[in-house]
């Protein structure tokens, strides 16, 4: 990795002092004004912009954990359906970057189907498969800790590409039957959190088989425990392809200068990772949402990241961070174009006073 350059410490002051001169109290807009000072720190500029080129990346990949333990409601045959669905714009993914005017590009990372699946679709989209699955976490490693390299150079040259064809910012996206599985692992370890705190219902599991999960993602945290302090060993033991590769794209974006919005809790788990590989890529992400998965709201404590919606959301695909891209261009469009005091001729009583 080169080195990570924090956002504009200027820029974000900048916008501390202008929002003390336009026409409201202090404070009135609340959570919109941290965020414009965001914007400004991750852009470099104050006034800022609305973000114009939004780009969703979804990173698909199926589990082990969901073949030999029966973790979630839906088959894993269900990831590679749902990867055509994505190609073809059929996905909620689509129908949000649609309205907020973000492009979707979907990689199988390590989706459980032959290839072939996407022939006629779109071929690119398989090109890049680190592996076929992984490993069932509760009992043997996810992958090979080449292929957790691979992964995440993947996900760093994805955010390379991003800022290459013009992304001014990024959200990740997951798809994969079982993920919230290794993501409560990944959670629970880089956390101190129990099994029990961080393991959800994922796809809406009922409570036996939550009761399994919970064990799983325990097993797994008894093996994944000697690795917490080499992310590469950490991931390649109890997490999976895909999060490693939506690791690279966290760390990669922060490189690029590519502000990030988090979405659901498989994001939150890669973000933890990323966070411990190198703790500066944390101020260039912003939390979309809170997902109804428990671990969710482990992982956005431990990042310092209070989220910008509360929806009762836990699909993923960066539906919730495509949701709160258009407070953060709120947030931006207010700082930028509302008129100050002495531009409107508004009497500010706190300065005069």
């Not at 690119?124 to 800790?145: F, K, L, N, P, Y």
């Not at 993947?154 to 996206?173: K, N, S, Y």
């Not at 959190?193 to 399994?212: C, K, N, P, Q, Y």
């Not at 709201?297 to 989220?307: D, F, I, Q």
Request: aromatic share 2%.
């Amino acid at each position: 990795m080169a080195g990570i350059v924090p956002p504009d410490a200027s820029a974000r002051m900048a916008a501390r002092e202008r929002q003390a001169t336009l026409t409201k109290p202090a404070g009135a807009l609340g959570r919109l004004e941290a965020l414009s000072e965001w914007v400004c720190a991750v852009q470099g500029a104050c006034p800022p912009s609305p973000f114009r080129a939004p780009a969703v990346i979804i990173l698909a990949g199926d589990h082990g954990v969901a073949r030999t333990s029966g973790t979630s409601a839906y088959p894993p045959e269900v990831t590679a359906q749902m990867v055509v669905n994505f190609a073809t714009g059929g996905a909620a993914a689509n129908v949000l970057a649609r309205q907020a005017g973000a492009t979707v590009r979907v990689v199988d990372v390590s989706v459980d189907a032959d290839p072939s699946y996407m022939a006629g679709v779109d071929d690119a989209v398989t090109a890049r498969r680190v592996r076929r699955s992984s490993g069932s976490i509760d009992r043997e490693d996810a992958m090979t800790g080449d292929e957790c390299r691979t992964a995440l150079a993947l996900g760093r040259t994805l955010a390379h590409e991003a800022r290459d064809f013009g992304a001014d910012i990024v959200i990740p996206g997951d798809m994969g039957i079982g993920n919230t599985t290794p993501a409560a692992a990944l959670i629970g370890l880089l956390t101190g959190a129990s099994a029990a705190t961080v393991t959800g219902r994922g796809t809406g599991i009922d409570d036996d088989v939550l009761a399994r999960k919970t064990s799983v993602v325990a097993a797994a945290m008894t093996r994944g425990a000697p690795r917490t302090h080499d992310h590469v060993a950490l991931l390649a033991s109890v997490g999976s392809p895909d999060i490693a590769a939506m690791t690279g794209l966290l760390l990669g974006a922060a490189e690029q200068g590519l502000p990030v919005i988090l979405d659901g809790v498989v994001s939150c788990a890669a973000a933890l990772v990323a966070r411990a590989a190198d703790a500066d890529a944390c101020a260039w992400w912003a939390a979309g949402h809170r997902s109804t998965e428990p671990g969710a709201s482990v992982a956005l404590a431990s990042l310092g990241l209070p989220p910008i919606l509360d929806l009762d959301l836990r699909l993923g695909e960066g539906t919730g961070a495509l949701l709160a891209l258009h407070l953060v261009n709120a947030a931006a469009l207010t700082l930028a174009e509302m008129a100050t005091f002495d531009a409107a001729g508004v009497s500010d009583r706190s300065r005069d006073a």
